[in-house]
Nanobody
Framework: QVQLVESGGGLVQPGGSLRLSCAVS????????IGWFRQAPGKEREGVSC????????LYADSVKARFTISKDNAKNTVYLQVNNVIPEDTAIYYC?????????????????WGQGTQVTVSS
């Protein structure tokens, strides 16, 4: 069973940056696509970004393009989400999720394992 643990959330001022981490255990990242999702208070969970197992395919939601960057370190079995130039609308619980897929990824919800989430709050 895949286990995922998010970290790196916190309080950040508008325009600031954070790096979220998703540590994956019990499987090899080469074969798993990892997605980042977020859920703001009173809103539905939405896909933010994803990366394929090979790392050759990435996707971003329109709302975060040019501000967020997803990357992975297979040696550390960890996926990162660099969050730059944050805005109040980025406030949410951020989750990472895994699905078996080496060549592609999706911002949909076809993921089989989920982490517990990390809170990101953007406020001055």
């Amino acid at each position: 069973q895949v286990q995922l643990v998010e970290s790196g959330g916190g309080l950040v001022q508008p325009g600031g940056s954070l790096r979220l981490s998703c540590a994956v255990s019990r499987v090899t990242l080469d074969y798993y696509a990892i997605g980042w999702f977020r859920q703001a208070p009173g809103k539905e969970r939405e896909g933010v970004s994803c990366i394929s197992g090979s790392g050759g395919s990435t996707l971003y939601a329109d709302s975060v393009k040019a501000r967020f960057t997803i990357s992975k370190d297979n040696a550390k079995n960890t996926v990162y989400l660099q969050v730059n130039n944050v805005i109040p609308e980025d406030t949410a619980i951020y989750y990472c999720a895994a699905r078996l897929s080496s060549r592609s990824c999706t911002l949909g919800f076809q993921y089989t394992s989920w982490g517990q989430g990390t809170q990101v709050t953007v406020s001055s």
